[in-house]
């Protein structure tokens, strides 16, 4: 395969994932900005939700001040940040128009059709129930590509590469989230349980679509260091940082079977994957959560570089 | 005037007859309803061009008229003799030129006319090529002015485009009419893409493995063609690569896999001789391969269709074009050419400056329908300005008769109306043989009237039948 397919199938399915994320995190803060301030304090969600972004900096170049009107306006239809819903479809359009032969007819559509639908919304929606419904029209269009994908597409490289790019966007986003709101998820800052924290717990856990999850994997109720443990050790959660590597060292290991070859990716990965597999979150918590996420971010980073340098480029 | 469906008189031609009855029995709002579903087809298909300059036209539909245009089995084999012959001579004029230059020496064709060309490629001297076939992949421009017979408009010797719509077109009509083909017996299209792809593999160098390695090279997205250029990859199963996936090392071109470097046999490149290699041509185009053609040179690498094929399909040459056919074949040209005054001779220029209200004055490189004007449908001022034009750089225009191309009747806002056609059937050269697919890329000038027929300029296109036997 050429390594520019590879490295615009894995472009493609990194903008659809990112476009789901940044609707998950619209749709938790506006949830959070609902609520009478004495349930979620008076911190500042909209900026809180620019950071989960990962685009504070470039945010605040543009604005002075994060609020609803604002942080919408960056985070879903500015032409301006590269990482926009709007921009994330275009991107991903962009991509798949240029891979237009490895995609099957479905994934295209898929695509496409999202890529038509988002002129519709033009600018911004006119009113609360409208961003509602286009918010959720992202995550439908986000899971009907990732569906036609995980469907139609042949097992081989193609669809290896385009997961590669799905896993090492939703670990990005998942570390992201942690890392942000990981002074919440620390023990004894404030008095545990108490309504404050209740309700940004449970919005970390919305924004990975992890609250069902969470009560049917503890039957308890939300404890700080076991919303660490879902998101961070629990292979069964599909969007646990043990949970992305297990499905990159899987996806790695095909390619490397597929060319005869391991490399520096795959070495990284299952390196990444140990780590996890080994740790508790009680030792987590121990040595720092920040530290251990920061870590991450770093490592996770550093696979992306690795995969690009040895397929992508 | 001369109308495909209608004659000259009020008589239908008899390839015609079924359609026309066919076209009396179905309700208008069935043929809007199932236009608007071809419509909806297409744009979801992906099938657009962009319109260069026009930043709201990135991706614009092609309109697509659901009334075919019928060729009876008679006439397709005539025009495909005619076709046949007129590749041979492209093909062994560029050679021609390229090595021993006798139609030069024979003073037929004026030596300035080939040295003064800016896409003549004095590189290409004495350059062999795989089996001394040049243009591999031609379009050649076909008008009716008359039921007797097929003249040429343009020969398209370069990177001519089309023919992914004459592809969809059969796919769309066959999904929005199936009850129309169960009248007709029409001769498939759908095998274009294995023609082709023979047609590559019997090109490539002697270095190659029995399996060559073809590709087809785009100049990337924004490329006006890049659907075409996608769609075909697909059709062909090649890889669709850009400049940037080549590289050259030791003369041979290798392409950039996820598993390294992947030798390359065979080029179907869709990307202009100026583009091709930074290093020979323009030095600031980030489209091509740097070494490319060094590695032509050496013969490690064929490129389709050759480089320097211009020399062919310029609109002065084209004046040339029956001599061309006789002197290489010794027959007359079975297709006839459209007269055409040549403005860098001084009689045939002052005849265009005092008629030009009643000509066509076309750009000898221009394309697209752009940088020409159609005298009778021109106000003063642009008559005034082309004069000048015309008396400052005489070389650089030919003037032709204002041609009643022929009609064919076609969904407008008025219903059903003649509207002006042209025909770009696709002729491919092999080492073994020449194949042509019996059909081709009808476009229709849809505006009532217009003469211009390109999809840059208002035209639309039609599916075009050639019936079986």
Known sequence: MLSRTADNLYWLARYVERAEYIARILDTTLRLTALPLAYVGTTNEWESAVATAGCAGAFFENYDEANEETVTEFLAFSTANPSSIRNCFENARLNARAVRTALTIEMWDAINSAWLELKRWGNGPSSREEFARYLRWVLTASLSFDGSAYRTMLRNDAYWFSRLGVYIERADNTARILDVKYHLLLPAIEKVGGPLDYFQWSSILRTVSALTAYHWVYRENIKPWLVADLLILKDEMPRSLASCYENLVQNLDRIANAYGRQGPAQRHARTVRARLENSKIEDIFQNGLHEFIDEFVEDNNRLGTAVAQQYLL | MFDEMNGSGDAVRPAYSELSTWLGEVKPDVLDFRRREAELLFRRIGITFAVYGDPEAQERLIPFDVIPRIISAKEWELLKRGLEQRVKAINAYIKDVYSRREILKAGIVPEDLVFQNPV??????????????????????????????????????????????????????????????????????????????????????????????????????????????????????IELVEGRDLVVKSDVVYMRTTEGLKRVDVIYRRIDDDFLDPLVFRPDSALGVPGIMSAYHAGSVTLANAVGTGVADDKAVYSYMPEIVKFYLGEEPILKNVPTWRCREAEHLSYVLDNIEELVVKEVHGSGGYGMLIGPKSDKATIAAFRAKLKSDPKNFIAQPTLALSTCPTCVEEGIAPRHVDLRPFVLSGRDRIRIVPGGLTRVALKKGSLVVNSSQGGGTKDTWVLDG
Do not use: C, W
């Open chain 2, 120 to 237: 003549f490629r004095p590189e290409m001297n004495g350059q062999k090529v795989p089996h001394d076939i040049y243009v591999h992949i031609a379009g050649i421009d076909i008008i009716r002015l008359d039921g007797d017979s097929f003249y040429v408009l343009e020969d398209n010797a370069r990177t001519p485009s089309g023919v992914s719509y004459m592809l969809e077109n059969r796919e769309i009509m066959l999904r929005l009419f199936p009850e129309l083909f169960s009248r007709y017996r029409v001769a498939p299209v759908e095998n274009y893409p294995d023609e082709l792809l023979a047609t590559l593999k019997s090109i490539a160098p002697q270095s190659a493995s029995s399996e060559p390695n073809v590709v087809l090279l785009t100049p990337g997205v924004y490329n006006s063609a890049y659907y075409e250029h996608s769609f075909l990859a697909d059709k062909l199963g």
